[in-house]
């Protein structure tokens, strides 16, 4: 009798730790995550134990080189939750993918300068006139985001040339070793170097919002993981309440994460917290910014990495955000 009062103890308290505890254990894909700007909430996420505040069990994030990597990623391993440039998104939905872009994380392109030697002659964009300015591969964002500097600076397509370098880090070699004037440089890369070179101009100060990453998720995926979707963003959220409030401890945890120095971490989290493009912040909560997200449409255009028209009301799906945030801004 005993023991079978003890089983039926141990059962019960098996079954009310399983209802207290978090959601099944479950990855994410983060395009870039340990690389670039746009991931960062997400160690601060994972650190804080904002994941699981919100009652899930986020094992790992699953990075890639790009986003087309990244969504591939997100499809073949069933995962519920990517954050994706969206160009990328929008391609595959074209193509036949059932996608849903479900949160607007990174609103701005404030990540980039545009840099040159110190001993450069080149002060100012119409100086880039006759210049080889890098981009990373064709179709890119930077390859879209040089044209448009090209624009502004009242230049003409053929004043100056375009040099595709294959990724950031080489662009910094073909920079340092001449075979391109000017190197597109985000962060953090711009705060490891930028004792090394003098930027000429940032997004921040020279160009609109463009919605440069996106959450997305599977209609599937959407059906069956609604719970752990919205705990995601909400996760994400105060990550980027954290960071804009303790910015210090917020680049600590990223230098972590992202096998940076201290110093590094907190002048990258610092730098774009405190940016604003047009009133614009960086990090979003997850709000979109429909004006932005049409400018990226167009921009990605302009390289052909998108084509036809584009219907956002038909794929972006609002229902996993906060009720204060649903509503576009």
Known sequence: MKFYLSSRLLTAAALLLGLCSPTTAQQIAVGNFGVSANGMPYAVAMDKGFFREEGINVTGIISSAGGGTSLRNMLAGGVPYGEVNPGVVIAAIQQGADLRIISDNVLTVAEFVWAVKLDSPIKTLADMKGRKIGYTNPRSTSQALAQMLVQKAGLKPGDVELVRTGGFGEGLTALGGGI???????????????GSYRAIVSAAEMLPPL??????????????????????????????????????????????????TKEVGIASVKNLTTSRTQ???YWGSGQFNLEGLKRMVELQKSVGALTGDVDLNRIIDTQFLPEDIRKPR
């Open 211 to 260: 919605t440069n990453v996106v959450g997305v998720t599977t209609a599937n995926m959407a059906a069956e993981k609604g719970d752990f979707i919205r705990a995601v963003i909400r996760a994400r959220r105060k990550a980027v309440a954290f960071m804009i409030s303790k910015p210090e401890e917020a680049g600590v945890i990223v230098a972590k994460h992202y096998n940076l």
């Open 180 to 194: 391109i004037d000017v190197a597109p440089i985000p962060e953090p890369l711009w705060s490891q170097h930028k």
């Open 279 to 281: 009133g614009v912040e």
